[in-house]
């Protein structure tokens, strides 16, 4: 038992000393204190979006360096806690308790390893879509909606919701939301793709089996100071009239804007402000974060080309399965990692798959089942 104590320990000391490396702490640190000055200096509000940005990576730099700086404290703390649980075996429990706690510190900070893209640490832009299914598939967008926000929230995320378009009977055909957080493109890049639900129907008399079926679509959230080329005259917008609730303003006036990239053929809308000028500024940072995004998965690309076996999944392509029929659980198509709690994950427990993916796509072994089986 204390032998496998001491490789644990010693285990956990180099794979510190590899994430050190991994993680650029010195190089996070100079940059926190570079923002921190900037902070200090006259005017720094004036620019309210870039101000912003540069809080949002303070935030985001300070969610590295203080864990791996108490891990590192830990680590140095180690040699001693061992010393005293062979004097006192009454104190080995609690040196356990620590190598335990420094584990999973060292296990998340592996998961921030792997965040190094360009636009990793932007918000992101969610766009849901009901898709085959019919009222259940507008359930189940729905669904998908409110397990996104519930997961953003339990991160102590800020949420937006852009664009919701609901469906007379139930559900919703559309909705957009940005979500504001430490590395929130980051960890959400991956869930772009297709969601398979298959339950029996609340909506069929006969009680049947039904499967439904959503898109999702990440996309990072670009800053206007962000160059993006796009051309005006290829894009072709489109006024028309707002739908579903928001009262009669929004109904009886063309306050909606689309806007369609022609070479591209990349559509995108908005309809949820009164204002037709603010749906059309969201619109166009909708489009220009979805043109951000197919350079980022050109990247990507390029990235992982070594691992041929791992193709990425875009959107499209059906990505996970939930079941609620025959029994409950739900399963990634890509990582494998599943877990046997349903309804856990609607409730907005999804950073295992989110983890899940982001390892897998660095080529590293996956976990693939969670314990979460409540």
Same mark, same amino acid.
């Given at each position: 038992?204390?032998?496998?104590? +001491? ?20 190089? /996070? ?10 902070? *200090?200096?006259?005017? $720094? ?42 004097? %006192?075996?009454?104190? $080995? ?6 190598? %335990? ?11 921030? *390893? ?15 879509? #009901? /898709? ?19 997961? #953003?929230?339990?991160?102590? =995320?800020?949420?937006e ?12 055909? *559309?909705?957009?939301?940005?979500? /504001?957080?430490?590395?929130?493109f980051? =960890? ?6 297709? @969601?398979?639900? &298959? /339950? ?9 089996r ?5 898109? &999702?679509?990440?996309m ?8 993006? %080329? ?9 006024v ?8 009669? @303003? ?10 369609? @990239? ?14 037709? @000028? ?26 992982y080309?070594? +691992?041929?076996?791992?193709?990425? !999944? ?14 409950q659980? !739900? ?5 494998? +990692? =599943?877990?046997?709690? $349903?309804?856990? &994950?609607?409730?907005g ?7 899940? +993916?982001l ?5 590293? %072994? ?9």
């Amino acid at each position: 038992m204390e032998q496998k104590f +001491y490789d644990r320990a010693k285990q956990a000391r180099a794979k510190l000393m590899e994430l050190r490396a991994s993680l650029d702490c010195e190089g /996070r640190a100079a940059r926190a204190r570079e923002i921190e000055n900037l902070m *200090s200096q006259p005017g $720094f509000w004036d620019d309210q979006e870039k101000a912003q940005a540069l809080m949002d990576e303070l935030k985001a730099t300070k969610g590295v360096i203080k864990p791996f700086d108490e891990a590192l404290a830990a680590c140095d703390d180690m040699d001693a806690i061992m010393e005293i649980a062979e004097e %006192d075996e009454s104190c $080995f429990d609690e040196a356990v308790a620590e190598i %335990d706690k420094m584990e999973k510190t060292l296990e998340e900070l592996s998961v921030k *390893s792997l965040l190094s893209g360009p636009v990793d640490n932007n918000a992101a832009i969610v766009s849901i879509q #009901a /898709r085959d299914g019919g009222t259940d598939a507008n359930d189940w967008a729905e669904m998908l909606l409110r397990m996104y926000i519930n997961w #953003a929230e339990m991160n102590s =995320y800020k949420v937006e919701i852009i664009d919701r378009q609901d469906n007379e009977e139930a559900g919703i055909n *559309s909705a957009s939301i940005i979500i /504001r957080g430490p590395f929130a493109f980051g =960890y959400l890049k991956g869930e772009t793709g297709t @969601h398979r639900l &298959v /339950r029996i129907s609340p909506y069929n008399a006969e009680g049947k089996r039904q499967t439904s079926f959503a898109s &999702v679509d990440v996309m990072p959230d670009i800053s206007d100071s962000v160059k993006i %080329d796009i051309k005006e005259e290829d894009v072709r917008e489109d006024v028309f009239r707002s739908s579903g609730a928001g009262g009669q @303003h929004v109904n009886k006036t063309s306050s909606a804007i689309r806007l369609t @990239h022609i070479p591209t053929g990349i559509v995108v809308q908005c309809q949820n402000e009164r204002s037709q @000028h603010k749906n059309r500024a969201t619109a166009w940072k909708m489009l220009r974060a979805k043109m951000a995004q197919i350079e980022e998965d050109k990247r990507e690309e390029m990235a992982y080309e070594h +691992y041929q076996s791992k193709a990425k !999944v875009g959107f499209g392509s059906q990505i996970r399965n939930y079941f609620l029929h025959p029994d409950q659980r !739900v399963k990634d198509a890509r990582t494998g +990692y =599943y877990v046997g709690n $349903f309804h856990s &994950v609607l409730n907005g427990n999804i950073q295992g798959f989110l983890d899940a +993916y982001l390892e897998w796509l660095a080529g590293k %072994d996956v976990n693939y089942s969670s314990a979460d089986e409540e």
